[in-house]
């Protein structure tokens, strides 16, 4: 039985639980029914004579026999005038007493041996009435016993094998769904299509809800794997070059410095590389880990007008130019947010302005709040963005051409912005014209 399929299971079970049950009410008639079935003979009895009352005709003023029914369901049927004489019926005609009739009274007499029951009925009609005669044997069970068991050896085998075709039909229809779990997760585990999925109809019973589970999970894994793909593909891009530049940097000095100075040299090329590709090797795992979700959000009621203050000032000192700083920062606006990546976003779009914005340049950075959603953009005056590659901007690595700036950055930094905004509920903006800068604008809900 275990290595027989779930379907098969199913139907075999279903055929024997409505054989048993098909069986036991068979049984319970045949037991319950016990007085009913040795009374039987002399209800066949009384029923076929009291049926043959309405076949008493007449044509043109003679008794009809041919409508009348003489032997039914082991009983005869004879047709006496009122004054004895057979007219006509069937079946034994002579016993002891058979000469006397005893209206709508059943007696018991016996005939060569045999026991019989017999029931004599007057029908009275306008040419002076008939008697009706019915005789039968008193084991004559045909009514009830009989009945039963023809109907038990006709009825069972049919229902049987109903029951089977049913149940499997049913069970058929019913694993259909997970025979579609199977071939779907079959194909994803063979690995060729990651993006297969079950896709059943909406549903509330468990195997919909089953089929649910899987396909949130087969978008977990999708996800998981893209994610790993993608920053094998992306570390291996963007680490490539300052590798290079080690490699060739140690090369160098090993064969060719001499002083002190030229180590030292050597050194800062290395140590400057070295640091990039910590940079980025950081901004990776951390956009790796907010498109796995592995990253969960820290929500905390905070000062945002303080947190874009303090992160502004900072990032515009660490980046050794000298520029028109302008804040225009509301006080006292506050949102749930997480602190440490919320610094980052700000963080990140100043560090843009500054990338991209000339000495003597204008950096403006606002933020209010309205309507219970707060906005808070940097503007700068640098060369700004052409219309073609706007919509590239939040792709990782992707660089503009080379006259936007000196130092092209990792192409991580507006990635990890746009990342950090959806993962907040947020939006972001972008205008810009080039040359004469660019604006980012980050909304996001302040007040619940």
């Known amino acids: 039985m275990r290595f027989l399929s779930i379907k098969t299971r199913v139907t075999i079970y279903f055929t024997l639980m409505m054989l048993l049950i098909v069986g036991l009410e068979l049984v319970t008639i045949l037991v319950a029914g016990r007085g009913v079935i040795s009374d039987s003979a002399e209800g066949t009895l009384l029923d076929v004579v ?5 076949d008493v005709e007449y044509k043109d003023g003679y008794l009809d026999l041919d409508e009348l029914d003489f032997y039914r369901h082991d009983v005869y049927v004879q047709v006496y005038s009122p004054g004895g004489e057979l007219l006509g019926g ?9 000469d006397e009739f005893k209206n709508g009274e059943i007696r018991r007499v016996e005939a060569d041996g045999l026991g019989l029951l017999v029931y004599d009925l007057f029908v ?25 068991t023809i109907l038990a050896l006709i009825l069972l085998p049919a229902l049987v094998a109903i029951t089977a075709v049913i149940g499997w039909l049913i069970a058929r229809h019913a694993f259909k769904p997970v025979r579609q779990i199977t071939d779907t997760v079959d194909a994803i585990n063979d690995g060729t299509d990651l993006t297969a999925r079950i896709g059943l ?3 509330r019973d468990e195997i919909h809800r089953l089929a649910a589970t899987f396909d949130r999970m087969f978008d977990r894994l999708e996800r998981s794997f893209d994610a790993e793909k993608r920053f094998a593909s992306d570390a291996s891009h963007e680490l490539r070059t300052p590798v290079a530049i080690i490699l060739a940097e140690c090369e160098y000095a090993r064969e060719n410095a001499k002083t002190v100075g030229d180590y030292a ?4 090329v290395v140590e400057r590389q070295g640091r990039r ?16 979700g592995t990253q969960r959000l820290n929500r905390e009621r905070a000062d945002f007008s303080e947190l874009a203050g303090v992160v502004t000032d900072e990032t515009v000192r660490a980046s050794g130019k000298r520029f028109e700083l302008v804040k225009d920062i509301a006080p006292g606006v506050s949102a749930d947010i ?31 709040a309205v309507d219970g959603r707060l906005a808070f953009s940097v503007a700068d005056t640098g060369c700004g963005i052409a219309r073609r590659d706007l919509p590239h901007i939040y792709e990782r690595f992707w660089q503009a051409d080379a006259s936007r700036g ?3 950055g990792s192409g991580l930094g507006l990635a990890m912005v746009k990342q950090i905004a959806d993962a907040h509920g947020g939006t972001l903006e972008v205008r810009s014209e080039p040359g004469r800068g660019s604006e980012f604008t980050f909304r996001m809900q302040c007040s619940n």
């Open 124 to 148: 009275p009609d306008g040419h002076g009435g008939v008697w009706l005669r019915g005789v039968t044997d008193e084991d004559n069970d045909f009514s009830a016993a009989r009945v039963i």
């Open 50 to 54: 009291h049926d043959e009352i309405d």
């Open 277 to 292: 590709m910590s940079s980025i090797i950081n901004q990776l795992l951390s956009i790796t880990r907010l498109d796995q």
């Open 201 to 203: 109809h909406r549903g």
């Open 265 to 268: 040299e050597s050194l800062e």
């Open 338 to 368: 997480d602190v440490g990546l919320m610094s980052r976003l700000v963080q990140n779009l100043v560090e843009n302005a500054c990338k991209y914005t000339p000495e003597g340049g204008k950096i403006t950075v606002a933020l209010s």
């Open 406 to 408: 000196v130092d092209k």
């Open 90 to 98: 069937a079946g034994t005609s002579r016993f002891a007493g058979s």
